[in-house]
């Protein structure tokens, strides 16, 4: 078998239909009486780049969890590629989602998370290598040829033997980063993966996501604080608050001239705290 270019590692996503890669449809989501996600509608390009900001607990981490059905609806539907990802088509109605079609539809999308949740008894291949066999399927030698791709794609070709406790944190969200790729997905979920890091660090991790946005065909959504990247990376920036979108646009024109009272407030607030 001929292994993949580090740079073609990655599947094209099919098609260019006109319908959005993600849509959220009157999502809403509560814990007991506190709404954390009120009646959100919100559409994602194929290959649109969006940076989620706003301040803690307006429900940006909460809007990538429900995308990646780690936490339950409380109504609403999500579609991922065209398809229900919350529901299922059941004799010409829509019917909640059964586990099979939640995972096969899931399997579409790949997560970042802040604290890079590697297992910290196995080494960056083998983290790399297990999903790709335990969920798709793939020989150890597919697994592991694609797997070395990836590692060498986030710059990490010579770390394939290390444990976690032997990489930095930067290291280790590098490797978070090709795990998520390893099962090929079609849109990329990024939850503040810099906050947890050393600031001289942030930028091997953000040089990664660069590349990844600029080299290939990804949907990719970040929830950050970093205004720099995302006014540099993004196509659009949403600004959340109270579980709704207060503000969005263009980056240039969401940081050079934005319109809704709370969205200065929040940018001016930032500025202060540099």
């Known amino acids: 078998m001929k292994r993949d270019d580090p740079?073609?590692?990655?599947v094209p996503q099919a098609g260019t239909q006109d319908e959005p890669m993600v849509r959220f449809a009157g999502v809403t989501k509560r814990y007991g009486a506190l709404t954390v996600l009120d009646a959100l509608d919100l559409e994602i390009g194929r290959n649109e780049k969006v940076a989620i900001i706003g301040p803690s607990g307006s429900g940006k981490s909460t809007l990538l969890r429900v995308l990646m059905t780690l936490d339950p609806l409380t109504d609403g539907m999500i579609e991922v590629d065209g398809e229900p990802l919350t529901h299922m088509r059941k004799n010409g109605v829509l019917v909640p989602a059964?586990?099979?079609?939640?995972?096969?539809?899931?399997?579409?999308?790949?997560?970042?998370?802040?604290?890079?949740?590697?297992?910290p008894h196995m080494t960056a291949l083998a983290n790399t290598i297990e999903?790709?066999?335990?969920v798709l399927g793939l020989s150890r030698k597919e697994a592991t040829e694609r797997a070395r791709d990836l590692l060498s794609l986030v710059g990490l070709e010579d770390k394939c033997n290390h444990y976690p406790s032997q990489l930095s944190g930067g290291q280790q969200q590098r490797v978070a980063i090709?795990?998520?790729l390893a099962m090929?997905?079609?849109?990329?979920l990024f939850d503040e993966v810099t906050s947890a890091l050393d600031p001289e660090l942030c930028g091997e991790v953000l040089n990664v996501i660069r590349r990844l946005g600029s080299e290939h065909n990804l949907t990719m959504l970040m929830v950050t604080h970093q205004m720099g990247f995302a006014r540099e990376f993004a196509d659009r920036v949403c600004?959340?608050?109270?579980?709704?979108?207060?503000?969005?646009?263009?980056?240039?024109?969401?940081?050079?001239?934005?319109?809704?009272?709370?969205?200065?407030?929040?940018?001016?607030?930032?500025?202060?705290?540099?």
């Open 7 to 10: 740079a073609s590692v990655l």
């Open 98 to 119: 059964s586990l099979k079609h939640l995972r096969r539809v899931r399997s579409k999308i790949g997560m970042v998370f802040q604290s890079f949740n590697l297992f």
């Open 131 to 134: 999903a790709p066999m335990q």
């Open 178 to 180: 090709a795990r998520a």
């Open 184 to 188: 090929r997905p079609k849109v990329m």
């Open 239 to 274: 600004f959340f608050s109270q579980g709704k979108i207060i503000e969005q646009g263009p980056p240039q024109q969401f940081f050079s001239a934005p319109r809704h009272e709370r969205t200065q407030q929040f940018l001016r607030a930032v500025k202060e705290a540099v």
